[in-house]
């Protein structure tokens, strides 16, 4: 693709904020995307109500922030290889990555790791080299072959195939889940989808950024994060820094609705409205903008207009 330098060409304020708009609308429009949109069932809106109202079931569901709180580095969980592995064996020389998903999870856990790789994809920070990324199954049924096929899924999603060696995709017992997501402060429900062997999980999402020495030092809410702030998170916990809490803004997986006998994604609209403000702040700032050359251009037309009237006069 042929580069183009405008670098010395001088733009009027209005077109250039009108260049900054058209670039960005994919990715404010992915921001505000309808969840059809995004592969996700759309939110119930029935007419018995919509189904935006916290539901009873997740009443249970919470991420306590458990920071400065040692993990239990001596549980053994099976790797996407079928070894039986320390978790501690992760530990010692790098920092962590850890994220508790399910691999059948059918919305919040891909959206979930998916935010993951598009950050790390941003930074020049690579796993095996500079930190590990310890993906475990909150499901103990779920099986070696599921955790390998994610991890081929997320390593070519990220596009550096030798890094392999720094993602580790784990599944475990019931008792070693239960140790780990105490540890963390991940609570999370277990039920039967009503009238059928299906089993699912309400939950919440995050990451976990953990010190050399197993040590929870932050947390990251939702599925999008910030390149800059896992950057930093990254080179504070590689030096044994334990950050700050955040805000316990959660995003939640799903819940059933007996009413309409589906699956309804209850997710917060922060990121939604925060898209939206956008929208509305450089709409209204691109027509100032237009109107100022408009002003500036009649006004720069009357002065020539009448510089040529006394040169000619």
């Not at 020389?93 to 959206?111: D, E, T």
């Not at 997320?154 to 720094?166: D, L």
């Not at 140790?179 to 991940?186: E, W």
């Amino acid at each position: 693709m042929r580069s183009i330098d405008v670098s010395r060409r001088k733009w009027p304020a209005a077109a250039t904020v009108a260049v900054a708009l058209y670039l960005a609308a994919p990715l404010l429009v992915a921001q505000i995307s309808t969840y059809g949109d995004k592969g996700l069932p759309a939110i119930n809106t029935t007419p018995a109500g919509p189904s935006n109202t916290k539901p009873s079931i997740l009443g249970a569901v919470a991420i306590d922030q458990h920071l400065n709180d040692q993990l239990p580095l001596n549980l053994t969980f099976t790797d996407d290889t079928g070894e039986q592995v320390p978790l501690g064996s992760y530990f010692g020389k790098k920092p962590a990555i850890l994220a508790l998903v399910y691999y059948r999870c059918p919305m919040l856990c891909s959206q979930e790791m998916e935010g993951l790789t598009s950050a790390l994809m941003m930074i020049n920070f690579r796993p095996g080299k500079d930190f590990n990324i310890i993906v475990i199954s909150i499901d103990p049924t779920e099986t070696t072959a599921m955790a390998a096929a994610k991890k081929r899924e997320y390593v070519k999603m990220y596009g550096h195939p030798e890094t392999a060696n720094g993602w580790h995709f784990m599944t475990g017992t019931q008792a070693n889940i239960d140790k780990i997501t105490s540890a963390v402060g991940f609570k999370y429900v277990k039920f039967k989808v009503p009238g059928t062997n299906v089993t699912q999980f309400a939950h919440a999402s995050s990451i976990q950024i953990v010190t050399p020495q197993g040590k929870l030092a932050q947390y990251y809410m939702g599925v999008e994060y910030s390149p800059k702030d896992m950057l930093l998170g990254l080179d504070e916990a590689s030096d044994n820094r334990i950050g700050s809490p955040v805000d316990n803004i959660l995003t939640y997986c799903f819940h059933y609705d007996p009413r309409t006998n589906t699956h309804d994604l209850i997710i917060s609209r922060v990121v939604e409205m925060g898209g939206l403000l956008t929208m509305l702040i450089l709409g209204g700032f691109m027509t100032v903008m237009f109107r100022r050359d408009y002003q500036q251009g009649h006004a720069t037309a009357a002065t020539s207009q009448v510089t040529g009237k006394r040169v000619n006069g």
